[in-house]
């Protein structure tokens, strides 16, 4: 927003008694805002101004439902941050509204489709990349090295496949395999593999002697990658015929051949919207998040749905607040109760380390003007949009192929986390938001970046795909941003368009979630 603009302060509920400054810079004290407030303090753009006089011990209220309570009178015109505030208690898993409102009467959203790359199982790639699975973490170095050589030496050859993606990890060896939770981390990393972004191709690399071994990770006949009585594509770097570290490359480099002339031999094919399986999250979030980029994310889920695709929200502590607005909007009771299970796991998982969901917080979330976790939740879970919740993912599964709509991925909000959970579950396109700004990117899939304010989409030009901040500037609605965020994954998933993320080369490690010790 230009500095020349009006005093502006957004308020997102006539029942609110803050309102949050969207002026570059923010506003100094003396400000007079167009409803004729006089500000008593300078108050930071996307923090909170109080529009009424505040009680100590009285409800902050933001998107009509309490935000904090005031530990001291606040004046009207103040600027009311985390410090003057206490957050409130979260809500019980008992006694929530359960699949009480009706799903919206929509019509279906047809004539919409991408091109994609159609795998056996009938899952759609948005890309066509050659991965290699890896057992552990001591095998990442050598796979980095084999990687960069299939990139040199063979992929001129095979101009139809888009790259290769080494699957590396910090898992595998030196943790507790047998114990509860510990199969998280293998089904997620199994998971990953069969992302429809690789073609249904599996090529191995193994240590040899770590405790996630070949026929663990992948057992006989469990999955379509290996059907029963198959030998795994695997190379162990331990096996005697390997007499010294060029001939394990050489190797990885040889199975890589084969795999990549199937790739290369396959072609985009218009399929329809309903194969999008969007991944939609969040980091670096900031007051902006649930005004502008979240809420067209939200318009944009809903009409995936409508084209009777698959839209994955998840952030098990930013939905937390808003646990009511979850069940009440399950499709069924039993989704409900499945909300319910997902998120009392994740209470008891954060009790057992003695922390609560206050610790997500950040440092540039409360800078960004987000006071604590029950207002950063409010934005959060707007993503999600208006449909109703059709199904509930645990961690490291997989969707089924009837599991289209809106699902809740229950994961950890750590963004690097969640975007390998989702991949696991098989997303092929994701979108991701962001106030503060964050150069995030998945190597194994598409990310359209969106900020949430026009001032970080001038400064970071070359790394965010989308504005939502002009939104907030009067020059866009939350619907028009839907749609044009729509028609954009389209082309992005149909490639046409690439990513600021793909064209930089910009990705994040796979980090994946174990809640089992690591011994």
């Not at 941050?81 to 208690?89: C, S, T, V, Y």
Request: hydrophobic content about 45%; overall charge neutral.
């Amino acid at each position: 927003m230009p500095t020349d603009r009006p005093p502006l302060a957004i308020r997102m509920h006539a029942a609110d008694n803050v309102a949050i400054v969207a002026n570059d810079g923010g506003l100094p004290a003396g400000t007079v805002l167009p409803d004729g407030l006089t500000l008593r303090d300078k108050v930071p753009q996307g923090h909170k101004v109080a529009l009424t006089d505040i009680a100590a011990g009285g409800v902050v209220r933001r998107y009509n439902v309490p935000v904090g309570y005031a530990r001291q009178s606040i004046a009207a015109g103040s600027w009311v941050h985390e410090r003057l505030l206490d957050i409130p208690p979260a809500r019980a898993l008992q006694g929530l509204p359960m699949a009480t409102v009706a799903a919206p009467d929509w019509a279906p959203l047809q004539g919409y489709s991408f091109d994609g790359f159609v795998n056996a199982d009938g899952s759609v790639g948005t890309r066509n990349l050659l991965a290699i699975t890896t057992t552990v973490q001591c095998v990442a170095g050598v796979v980095g090295i084999a990687a960069e050589r299939i990139r040199t030496e063979l992929l001129p050859q095979f101009p139809h496949v888009d790259g290769v993606v080494a699957l590396e990890h910090t898992y595998g060896c030196g943790v507790a395999i047998d114990a509860p939770g510990a199969e998280i981390p293998q089904r997620t990393l199994r998971h990953i593999s069969q992302n429809p972004n690789f073609g249904g191709e599996l090529l191995m690399v193994s240590l040899g002697c770590e405790k996630l071994q070949p026929d663990r990770l992948i057992p006989p006949g469990t999955i379509a990658l290996r059907p029963e009585g198959q030998p795994l594509n695997n190379v162990c770097l331990q096996d005697d015929a390997h007499v010294g570290f060029m001939s394990m490359i050489d190797e990885i480099v040889q199975r890589a051949r084969p795999i990549l002339q199937r790739l290369n031999a396959r072609r985009r094919t218009t399929v329809s919207a309903s194969k999008l399986v969007v991944g939609v999250q969040c980091g670096g979030s900031d007051a902006f998040s649930g005004v502008t980029a979240n809420p067209a994310v939200g318009a944009m889920a809903d009409l995936v749905v409508r084209a009777g695709g698959t839209v994955m929200f998840s952030e098990n502590t930013e939905v937390r607040d808003s646990v009511e607005q979850l069940t009440s909007r399950a499709a069924t009771p039993e989704v409900a109760e499945a909300i319910v299970r997902e998120l009392g796991w994740y209470d008891a998982y954060l009790d057992r380390g003695r922390v609560d969901r206050a610790a997500n917080t950040s440092p540039g979330n409360k800078a960004g003007g987000l006071s604590n976790i029950a207002e950063k939740a409010m934005g959060s879970v707007i993503k999600s949009g208006s449909a109703a919740i059709a199904h509930v993912l645990p961690p490291g599964e997989k969707l089924k192929a009837d599991q289209t709509g809106l699902v809740f991925a229950a994961t950890p909000a750590s963004d690097f986390i969640c975007g390998t959970l989702q991949l696991a579950a098989g997303m092929n396109v994701h979108v991701f938001t962001t106030g503060r700004g964050t150069p995030y990117g998945l190597a194994a899939c598409p990310v359209v970046k969106v900020a949430t304010r026009s001032d970080l989409a001038r400064r970071w030009h070359d790394l965010m795909d989308v504005n939502a901040g002009r939104i907030a500037d009067g020059e866009q609605t939350i619907e028009e941003a839907g749609w044009a965020l729509f028609h954009l994954l389209l082309d992005v998933a149909s490639g046409r368009k690439k990513t600021w993320a793909e064209h930089w080369k910009l990705h994040n490690a796979l980090v994946l979630f174990n809640p089992a010790p690591v011994t």
